[in-house]
């Protein structure tokens, strides 16, 4: 049974950085990409970004490129959310993600078959 458990959230200044961290298990780690979204109140789920399974390539939404860092580390099985010079309009839940299927990379919210719990992540202005 796939589990994902996210954590790292809170309440951060405008421009200020944080780090969300998922932790999985029961997963073949590394033949499964990963990735986060997230969902602000009253909206949709957004995609924020996808890291592939062996080679770290990654790919953001526009809304985030060049501010947030997705990474991995397969012998802690575990997907990190780097979130530099953040915005008001970050806030949000965030959600790690387990692709769909094997060696898939997902750039949609409904590319992913597992998400974890959520961490809540709030930006002051």
């Known amino acids: 049974q796939v589990q994902l458990v996210e954590s790292g959230g809170g309440l951060v200044e405008d421009g200020g950085s944080l780090r969300l961290t998922c932790e999985a298990s029961?997963?073949?780690?590394?033949?499964?990409?990963m990735g986060w979204f997230r969902q602000a109140p009253g909206k949709e789920r957004e995609w924020v970004g996808s890291?592939?399974?062996?080679?770290?390539?990654?790919r953001y939404a526009d809304s985030v490129k060049g501010r947030f860092t997705i990474s991995r580390d397969s012998a802690k099985t575990t997907v990190y959310l780097q979130m530099n010079n953040v915005k008001p309009e970050d806030t949000a839940v965030y959600y790690c993600g387990v692709g769909r299927r094997k060696f898939y990379f997902p750039t949609r919210v409904s590319e992913f078959s597992t998400w974890g719990q959520g961490t809540e992540v709030t930006i002051s202005s």
């Open positions: 890291i592939s399974w062996r080679d770290e390539t990654t």
């Open positions: 029961g997963v073949a780690f590394d033949s499964y990409a």
